[in-house]
């Protein structure tokens, strides 16, 4: 059985597997769209699995309740959380939905969440009452009612410890100019703008000097083609970041949680931030909330086409050629302008 967050196609732009079809349905679902469609969904984002099960799309692609606990399980992101609710936790009746004056206890620590999805996986080997589960997206909401402190860590500079190395937020060339000139990231959308903690920016300068000496890697005009660098993930999974992210931008996190912009940590291990109020704060700000302004970025990379950093400590050093950064002219992997529902669905 292919890995529901596989590509899972039989061809090259064939249809996507059942077992992606239905994650990325249960994504969107507790991700954007619970309380449109009339999904009860607390402050911590969790819903009644037999309440997700009763959704009009999943309902009409027949997913069943294994189908739900191979997507939390097999998950390579770990897209979801799931906590295990029986009747006798609460009342002496079978609970028919999540009420929102009874959400599930919340762990204390990452590591606490993590056990109660293992202990409720482990329940449904042997109780598989679709009532007695709640499932929760663990990161990229866009429902406001849902808040970020009761399902995230906030990081703070009075626990040095805990603060990741590396904050990087992946995009895309046609969006680094745009970022620019608002000055800085924005949510678009979203609850919070995704940051990954990797890869280190001395793996993947390292990765595009390797292959940048390799001249199989060069078209006919002897630019590298892209398609070839090794991005410097040395093949792993980065929660938080698209795989074919062409730029990134590093943040320097103790700079800008000293300036006064939050960040937290999602129980899958995201960095995510909804940046802080730049309203009347000069160009950039305009009136339109939060975003994570540029003096907080360290260092900008674009790596897919080999150029290195492009931005440094306030300063451009390399503009990016136009044929990269007009609409489409990413080459393989760039999204559209506007191309809000193409990124999400990756992440």
């Known amino acids: 059985m292919p890995h529901p967050n596989q590509k899972g196609r039989g061809g090259r732009g064939g249809p996507p597997s059942r077992e992606v079809t239905v994650s990325k349905a249960l994504s969107y679902l507790l991700r954007h769209a619970a309380e449109r469609e009339g999904l009860k969904i607390d402050s911590r984002g969790y819903a009644n699995v037999k309440d997700v099960l009763a959704w009009r799309k999943l309902k009409s692609l027949k997913v069943t309740f294994p189908e739900i606990i191979a997507a939390v399980e097999t998950s390579d992101k770990k897209r979801f959380a799931l906590f295990y609710r029986p009747p006798s936790s609460t009342t002496d009746e079978e609970p028919p939905s999540l009420e929102p004056e009874e959400p599930a206890p919340e762990p204390e620590t990452e590591n606490e969440t993590t056990t109660a999805t293992t202990q409720a996986l482990t329940h449904s080997q042997t109780d598989q009452t679709p009532s007695h589960y709640l499932i929760r997206a663990t990161q990229g909401h866009s429902i406001k009612s849902v808040e970020a402190e009761s399902l995230l860590e906030k990081l703070t500079l009075d626990s040095p410890d805990k603060l990741p190395e590396t904050v990087v937020h992946g995009t895309f060339h046609s969006v680094w100019p745009k970022i ?79 300036g006064g912009c939050p960040f937290w940590r999602s129980e899958n291990g995201v960095i995510l931030s909804e940046g802080k109020d730049v309203s009347g704060e000069g160009e950039g700000g305009g009136g339109e909330g939060k975003l994570i302004p540029v003096e907080f970025f360290d260092v900008v990379v674009e790596r897919r086409r080999g150029l290195g950093v492009i931005w440094e400590k306030g300063e451009v050093v390399q503009t990016l050629p136009e044929e990269l950064t007009r609409r489409g002219g990413g080459g393989k992997g760039s999204p559209k302008e506007g191309g809000k529902k193409h990124r999400e669905s990756k992440r």
């Open 180 to 258: 620019l000139s608002s000055g800085g990231l924005r949510c678009m959308g979203r609850n919070h703008a995704h940051f990954a903690t990797g890869p280190a920016v001395a793996d993947v300068l390292g990765a595009i000097q390797a292959t940048s000496a390799a001249s199989a890697s060069k078209d006919d005009n002897g630019n590298n083609n892209g398609e070839n660098f090794d991005t410097g993930s040395k093949g792993k999974v980065i929660s938080g970041m698209r795989q074919d992210a062409q730029v990134l931008v590093y943040i320097n996190l103790r700079k800008a949680l000293e």
